[in-house]
């Protein structure tokens, strides 16, 4: 897969390219990578940390964060975070790793493949009962005197696995495991928390139940609540 998702990216940025607006979208997009104002998500998208920062990424990367950024921000793909004792270690360190992962809450459990060697994946995550995660609604609330904020909105999933990331990787290896496998286990050098992305619409997941009921009133509530602090 390394190198049909890097390929892939290269044929969607010279698509971006096309049209003015995704083209403007991108070099926002580096140079907010750059200054570091995308803060810890760049980071679970993609890292290259053995690496200098200066060198930034290749167009195709950025062309593979920004689809999987418009995914989280359309509510396509729903998130959740696991937190754990400390950031993950060296590639090399996969006992080390699987130690720290074999204590993840309940329901979700993690293997680290031993012998991975520039593989498709660092192993894998289940979980075995339905979990809640968080979506974006696509909605924002803004007032006076708070900074603008998105509305989430709670989703069930069902039991399921995903590919479990450690580590570097590659905007356009997170962009593939969502076209392919569904979503992605996240877990980047320097973080204590394992993310985890699941694509709605693929056809490897089916949702236990949508909690979004009485969604619209709830945010007309919150708004004019701000409206009036």
Not at 83 to 110: I, M, W, Y
Not at 111 to 131: A, F, K, N
Not at 139 to 161: D, K, Y
């Amino acid at each position: 897969m390394s190198s049909l998702h890097s390929a892939r990216a290269r044929r969607q940025l010279s698509a971006l390219l096309w049209e003015h607006e995704t083209a403007r979208a991108l070099v926002d997009l580096r140079r907010a990578h750059a200054t570091g104002a995308l803060g810890p998500w760049a980071d679970v998208v993609g890292q290259r940390r053995m690496r200098l920062r200066d060198a930034g990424w290749p167009m195709e990367q950025y062309a593979a964060l920004l689809e999987t950024h418009a995914r989280v921000a359309a509510g396509r793909v729903a998130a959740a975070v696991l937190a754990v004792e400390k950031g993950p270690s060296g590639d090399a360190c996969r006992t080390a790793n699987g130690q720290v992962l074999d204590r993840l809450p309940h329901p979700f459990e993690a293997w680290v493949d031993p012998h991975q060697v520039s593989g498709e994946q660092d192993g894998i995550l289940t979980w075995s009962q339905p979990v809640r995660m968080r979506r974006s609604t696509g909605l924002s609330i803004q007032s006076r005197c708070s900074r603008t904020g998105a509305v989430l909105s709670p989703v069930t999933m069902g039991p399921a696995s995903l590919p479990l990331e450690i580590g570097d990787t590659l905007p356009s290896r997170t962009w593939a495991h969502l076209e392919q496998d569904g979503g992605v286990a996240r877990w980047p050098y320097g973080s204590v928390f394992v993310w985890l992305l699941v694509d709605l619409e693929s056809p490897v997941h089916g949702l236990a139940g949508d909690d979004v009921g009485g969604l619209e009133e709830e945010v007309g509530e919150m708004q004019t609540q701000l409206a009036q602090a």
